[in-house]
């Protein structure tokens, strides 16, 4: 691929799809009788977040070659993410994600990804090791490591960016997109995410996450057991109980979480997560960094969508006014 001219903040590799969430809560999805329908996936939706905030922002990924591969062009060029990256694979339908929404803490998820996932079909000829490299940031995810040839692609990516700059590893564990041979059994998966840990600077996941990554869940031997594993800040998502980051310099940071009504927790992950690239693309400390990546997952957890929920600079900033130090 021919190289690019300007170095973009971001680039995602990883999942996209198209996401139909009810527009009923607290109805089971059969008897649900209207959709709406959004850009998803995480590696799309961090992009979408980071661009909401000001930031290029790109995302190398595949759709199938139809209707709703159309779409999220459509979608992600709507969004400010640049698209040249995202390419079609013929005789992979573009992948739909459902979910139940049971407020507060309930939204259970259905993947259809069969066959086969198109984001799973990067191939490691297809890659653009140069814009790779010179993004200020690069951010892969866990599911891009469950199947070839995304897995060897994905890896040859952090090998070539050689720790430049920012690389940032979002554990990201899904067990039902991995083989039959890694279902249920997270030692499978250890070692491709023990060899991504190797080449990234930062780690970033849920408790269950930490623990498929390290073997440990409390929080703080978790961030540990991943500066250890090579990367030189972890950041360990706790749920209600707020977000714990850990610098290899001895940086620590701590934050509550923020007190929103949760609509419909989807994407507040990836909310997080583009938040989190702004505040280090802009040079933040840890603690501040943290405490406004926190108010935008809860900003989107407070919304129905997420790709459309991202919030803007000003909705992060009057939230956290608000919001206890």
Known sequence: MTESAQPFDLITIGRTGVDLYPLQSGVPLSDVQTFGKFLGGSAANVAVAAARLGRS??????????????????????????????????????????????????FPLYFYRRPKAPDLVIHTDELDYFAVRSARIFWITGTGLSEE????????????????????????????????????????????????????????????????????????????????????????????????????DGRFAEVPPVSVEVVNGLGAGDAFGGALCHGLLS???????????????????SRLACSAAMPTRSEIEGLLSGAPS
Do not use: M
């Not at 501040?288 to 900003?299: I, Q």
């Open 149 to 248: 040839p995304s897995r060897s692609a994905t890896l040859a990516a952090l090998k070539a960016r050689a720790k430049a700059d920012t690389t940032v590893f979002d554990l990201d564990w899904r067990p039902a997109f991995w083989t039959d041979t890694a279902w249920g059994d997270p030692e499978e998966a250890r070692p491709y995410y023990a060899e991504a840990l190797r080449h990234a600077t930062v780690a970033i996941g849920n408790l269950d996450e930490c623990e498929i990554a390290t073997g440990v869940r409390e929080p703080r031997a978790c961030a540990e057991a991943l500066l250890a594993a090579g990367v030189e800040l972890a950041v360990v998502k706790q749920g209600p109980k707020g977000v714990l980051a850990l610098h290899r």
């Open 57 to 106: 922002t790109a995302v190398i990924t595949r759709t199938g070659d139809d209707p709703f591969g159309t779409y999220l062009h459509q979608a992600l060029r709507e969004f400010g993410v640049d698209d040249r990256w995202v390419t079609p694979v013929a005789g992979h339908p573009t992948p739909l994600t459902f979910c139940e929404i049971f407020p507060p803490d309930d």
């Open 283 to 301: 040079g933040w400390d840890l603690d501040r960094t943290v405490r406004y990546a926190n108010a935008a997952g809860a900003l989107v957890a």
